[in-house]
């Protein structure tokens, strides 16, 4: 882990927001989220991670995915805007691994921030992990 700058993507938001206990990993989302909360660690996301979490919720389950959003985005995250230098990251881990620009957004602001995104996809970590910069949020359960 850098330098103590965690970008969760969506896969793990999601488990906040959808938490149910017997799914794997869950319990690492919510430490981590506890420990954003009580300040001993630095969350910051991309501005598109409300898009992309609330298509998830909506898909999910409409019903309650107005009240999981307003929750989500009461928590007023640090949010990276985008800028050139990000967006030529991105681009850059795009054409290099062969991956989203939405899961290259994530990484690059990582990267950006000299931190670590924590991730449930592990065809992205095969992907990119060479670059660094990345951790499966299993292995961050290590770490706590």
Partial sequence: MNSGVVVPDASVIIKWAISNPLEED????????????????????????????????GLKNMEFA????????GYNFDQQEMNLELAESAFSLMKSYKVTFY??????????????????????????????????????????
């Fill in 26 to 57: 869950t319990h690492i989302a919510m430490t981590l989220l506890n420990s954003w909360v009580n300040g001993l660690v630095n969350i910051i996301l991309p501005k598109l991670w409300c898009f992309e979490v609330g298509n998830i919720l």
């Fill in 66 to 73: 107005p009240g999981i959003m307003k929750v989500l985005i």
């Fill in 103 to 144: 899961d290259a957004v994530y990484h690059a602001v990582a990267i950006y921030h000299d931190g670590t995104l924590l991730t449930t996809d592990d065809s992205y970590i095969r992907k990119a992990a060479e670059l660094g910069h990345i951790m499966a949020l299993k292995d961050y359960g290590q770490l706590l």
